[in-house]
């Protein structure tokens, strides 16, 4: 942990970050016009604020929080699913932490049920479902799996020691969803970003190859960050440099994790266990081509989904409430613009997504940055 | 209040404030519970109480075990208050199944930590409940002390520095990683009693305001409770409060702010700027080192928070505690 404390020493030294900020003042002065910088990562919106780097910027530069945020778009029919798997009998849910809070249609979520007297437990490693599944071969265990590429391949991991086990008893409810569709979908849909910070766990697993179609199709800077302050600032500035020197490439700022080619043995298990699929309504934003990961039809036996069905509505648009949810996820609007934000809308009574998660863009303005 | 009981409701933040004031004050309502302070002074008398309840998974953890958390926890309660901690009564909940072994080490451990205060067991009680009812064993404290000097957080006054005695979290994050198995070498609960520090502050006169142990909820809910009763705004420097490496690794990895994170033997201190500095080297003297001015209070417009200003200029609020402790996805 002392190796921890020493580089966390170098990416958050106050002489670089203020070094930075000036030089990032000192390239933006050159920008032909005001930049809206999107950061995808629900984890990143939560550096920015949680280190106040938005308050380091010059006024041309706007930071836009995106989609990142695998539990925020999360349909609530998938929501209903886990609960509805969690309440069968004899059964044994796990999922991961940020899942436990997020309430379903009917308000109630799987924390709740929980204390009404359900097994749900949440867990660091999704292997751990192995000895769960082990221990209780009387029970159903169903790993509820969420996220985007940065979990995939340990849920699939996961998947193969099962098969290697023969561990019959356990299930997986895959709501895993990729992020260059997701980028797609905003680059697509009138020009409200100028430049994207990507992903940067995501871009470990998936490599910073993944960007490249985007860049060439819609000409928009892409740069792959860290999670620390020195990161974000280096990210925002390659993107200025890049803006002003009229190009638009994939630039990997995270080169001590991020290969261009990703994790390939990771890769490979996802491509072997999964596939894409198009049911999977992301809220507040609707459907995406071919954006989220479902078990192959070889492993329907391992499906929750295909096994439980009676558990599983069917995909459904969602009526958006009062809220500014799915603006906000589309970079369209900022948490403070929402006239429910910290009034109707709050982290223990939450009216939106995004204030649900704890990696939410309005859970983060709300926890750090929220003036009453 | 509706519903049922979570888990969230025991953690410390915002829901257990809220339990308690809408249900527990509102029934019990008087003027010495509604102080709200870690103990209560008897009307009339220098006589301080405080009670506390205390269950851990693993019974046994780095740097400490259920019995001395139970001693230390409840004299450090009657100590924050300003008074000198002297009786304690106990009462054991015991799950039938329990070995008699593992009871005797707790019941050992506890007379060592009462040593260290020159505190006496005065009283006690026992039951055994069947197998499942409870997990192991839980224990109830109540200790009971003199007061020296009432420090209480009505006393807090603008211009007051902010001391923290120690590096903050290391409790909840060395019961949360042995919980989940987590191994991280070094990570140690700081679990210890604090009389013995807190003795020579009152020896040597100074004055200080407000005390509390930063047990569930972290130093987060110390200061955030202190904004709301007295209105003002706690200013702190984030690159001031001590936090171990190992506590860091911790939290990083799992995506945990350890200012949310319980102590058992590290505290919050207020007092005016005057004594700080004698504080300061009084508790690096008496087994404290790293205890440090984080800051102080201030009178701001506006609602009252608790601010964390970073050493390259910005800042944030420091969030009242909320909801169970979960870490992130990824």
């Known amino acids: 942990m002392k190796a921890t404390d020493a580089l966390l020493q170098m990416v958050r030294h106050r002489d670089a970050i203020r070094a930075f900020a000036e030089r990032i003042s000192t390239?933006?002065?050159?920008?032909?016009?005001?930049?809206?910088?999107?950061?995808?990562?629900?984890?990143?919106?939560?550096?920015i604020l949680e280190y106040g780097l938005d308050q380091l910027l010059p006024d041309k530069l706007r930071l836009v929080h995106g989609p990142g945020c695998p539990v925020c778009v999360l349909p609530q029919h998938r929501i209903d699913a886990a609960i509805n798997l969690a309440q069968r009998p004899d059964t044994i849910l796990v999922t991961l932490g940020d899942m436990m809070r997020v309430p379903g249609s009917r308000g109630?979520?799987?924390?709740r049920i929980r204390a009404a007297g359900a097994d749900i437990r949440y867990l660091y490693s999704p292997l751990d479902c192995l000895t769960i599944a082990a221990d209780n071969p009387d029970k159903t265990v169903i790993y509820v799996a969420i996220g985007f590429e940065t979990t995939t391949p340990m849920t699939a991991l996961l998947l193969e020691q099962a098969q290697n086990r023969q561990l019959d008893n356990l299930y997986i409810h895959s709501n895993h969803v990729l992020v260059p569709q997701a980028m797609e979908l905003l680059l697509a849909g009138g020009g409200a970003i100028d430049a994207f910070i990507a992903p940067g766990h995501v871009s470990v697993m998936a490599g910073a190859k993944q960007y490249q179609h985007l860049v060439e199709k819609y000409r928009a800077p892409v740069v792959i960050s860290g999670f620390e302050p020195v990161d974000?600032?280096?990210?925002?500035?390659?993107?200025?440099?890049?803006?002003?020197?009229?190009?638009?490439?994939?630039?990997?700022?995270?080169?001590?994790?991020?290969k261009t080619t990703g994790n390939d043995k990771a890769q490979q298990l996802v491509a072997t266990y999964f596939e894409p699929h198009d049911d999977f309504l992301w809220r507040g934003i609707g459907r995406i081509p071919g954006s989220a990961l479902r078990l192959r039809s070889a492993y329907g036996d391992r499906d929750a989904e295909v096994q439980f069905p009676e558990c599983c509505p069917a995909p459904t648009e969602e009526r958006p409430g009062n809220c500014l949810c799915g603006s906000i996820l589309m970079g369209l609007?900022?948490?403070?613009?929402?006239?429910?934000?910290?009034?109707?809308?709050?982290?223990?009574?939450?009216?939106?997504?995004?204030?649900?998660?704890?990696e939410g863009a309005c859970a983060a303005y709300y926890k750090y940055r929220r003036e009453s | 209040m509706t519903g049922i009981i979570q888990l969230a409701h025991g953690s410390g933040g915002l829901e257990s404030q809220q339990l308690i004031r809408e249900l527990f004050f509102a029934a019990f309502d008087n003027p010495l519970l509604a102080e709200a302070e870690d103990a209560a002074l008897i009307d009339g008398s220098k006589l301080a109480v405080s009670t506390d309840s205390f269950t851990v998974s693993p019974l046994f953890f780095p740097g400490g075990d259920i019995g001395k958390l139970a001693v230390a926890g409840t004299l450090n309660d009657v100590a924050m208050?300003?008074?000198?901690?002297?009786?304690?009564?106990?009462?054991?909940?015991?799950?039938?199944?329990?070995?008699?072994?593992?009871l005797r080490r707790v019941v050992s451990s506890m007379n060592k930590e009462l040593a260290v205060s020159g505190a006496r067991i005065i009283a006690g009680d026992t039951k055994v409940v069947p197998r499942g009812?409870?997990?192991?064993?839980?224990?109830?404290?109540?200790?009971?002390?003199?007061?020296?000097?009432?420090?209480?957080?009505?006393?807090?006054?603008?211009?007051?520095?902010?001391?923290?005695?120690?590096?903050?979290?290391?409790h909840g994050a060395c019961i949360f990683a042995a919980r989940e198995e987590i191994s991280i070498k070094g990570l140690m609960s700081d679990c210890c009693s604090l009389w013995p520090a807190i003795a020579p502050l009152h020896e040597a006169g100074l004055d200080i305001h407000a005390m509390?142990?930063?047990?569930?909820?972290?130093?987060?809910?110390?200061?955030?409770?202190?904004?709301?009763?007295?209105?003002?705004?706690?200013?702190?420097?984030?690159?001031?409060?001590?936090?171990?490496?190992?506590?860091?690794?911790?939290?990083?990895?799992?995506?945990?702010?350890?200012?949310?994170?319980?102590?058992?033997?590290?505290?919050?201190?207020?007092?005016?700027?005057?004594?700080?500095?004698?504080?300061?080297?009084?508790?690096?003297?008496?087994?404290?080192?790293?205890?440090?001015?984080?800051?102080?209070?201030?009178?701001?417009?506006?609602?009252?928070?608790?601010?964390?200003?970073?050493?390259?200029?910005?800042?944030?609020?420091?969030?009242?505690?909320?909801?169970?402790?979960?870490p992130r996805i990824c």
């Not at chain 1, 032909?32 to 629900?42: A, F, K, S």
């Open chain 1, 27 to 47: 390239a933006a002065a050159s920008l032909p016009q005001p930049l809206r910088i999107m950061e995808v990562c629900g984890g990143h919106t939560h550096a």
């Open chain 1, 108 to 111: 109630v979520s799987l924390q």
């Open chain 1, 232 to 258: 974000l600032l280096d990210a925002v500035l390659r993107i200025i440099s890049q803006i002003n020197g009229g190009v638009a490439e994939v630039d990997n700022a995270y080169g001590r994790f991020v």
């Open chain 1, 333 to 358: 609007a900022q948490p403070t613009d929402c006239p429910l934000f910290a009034v109707g809308c709050t982290p223990q009574n939450p009216q939106g997504s995004c204030m649900v998660s704890n």
């Open chain 2, 81 to 102: 208050r300003g008074a000198r901690p002297e009786y304690l009564t106990v009462a054991f909940i015991i799950e039938e199944g329990l070995e008699i072994d593992v």
């Open chain 2, 133 to 170: 009812a409870i997990d192991q064993l839980m224990i109830n404290t109540t200790g009971f002390g003199t007061l020296i000097r009432d420090c209480n957080m009505r006393r807090i006054s603008a211009g007051d520095h902010l001391i923290i005695s120690g590096p903050v979290a290391r």
């Open chain 2, 212 to 326: 509390r142990d930063a047990t569930r909820g972290g130093v987060s809910a110390v200061f955030n409770e202190w904004a709301q009763q007295t209105g003002l705004t706690f200013s702190l420097r984030q690159d001031d409060i001590p936090v171990s490496a190992e506590v860091r690794g911790f939290s990083e990895i799992l995506g945990i702010d350890p200012y949310v994170l319980a102590c058992e033997g590290v505290f919050v201190l207020a007092a005016a700027p005057v004594d700080s500095a004698a504080v300061i080297d009084l508790l690096h003297r008496h087994g404290h080192p790293q205890a440090a001015l984080v800051g102080t209070a201030e009178v701001v417009q506006g609602q009252a928070t608790v601010l964390l200003h970073s050493a390259y200029g910005t800042k944030r609020r420091m969030e009242y505690p909320s909801g169970e402790i979960l």
